[in-house]
């Protein structure tokens, strides 16, 4: 079982930049897919990126394209979301995910959840 805790998150004024980290508990973390997520208050849970456990693939949702980018350090048993460009719809809690069989967009297909790390953009 791994488990994950996001930080990074944190109050900004809109075009600043931060970034998220998802640290996890145990090597074995770098064998897993890894998504982050994003849940806005009174809103639907949202994809948001997604890396192969390899790091060789990545995808992300279209109203991120070009503004976030997800990597990963294996000897820090880390995957990061870097978040620029920050816009108010951006605000939400983000989750970091691990364990799908690919790096999908489905939430459902990741086994492993952290608490969220809040990101509040002010506009």
């Known amino acids: 079982q791994v488990q994950l805790v996001e930080s990074g998150g944190g109050l900004v004024q809109a075009g600043a930049s931060l970034r998220l980290s998802c640290a996890a508990s145990?090597?074995?973390?770098?064998?897993?897919?890894v998504g982050w997520f994003r849940q806005a208050p009174g809103k639907e849970r949202e994809f948001v990126a997604a890396?192969?456990?390899?790091?060789?693939?990545?995808s992300y949702a279209d109203s991120v394209k070009g503004r976030f980018t997800i990597s990963r350090d294996h000897a820090k048993n880390s995957v990061y979301l870097q978040v620029n460009s920050l816009k108010p719809e951006d605000t939400a809690v983000y989750y970091c995910?691990?364990?799908?069989?690919?790096?999908?967009?489905?939430?459902?297909?990741?086994?492993?959840w952290g608490q969220g790390t809040q990101v509040t953009v002010s506009s």
């Open positions: 890396i192969s456990m390899s790091g060789g693939t990545t």
């Open positions: 145990a090597p074995t973390f770098n064998s897993h897919n």
């Open positions: 995910a691990a364990g799908a069989l690919i790096p999908t967009m489905n939430g459902h297909a990741y086994n492993y």
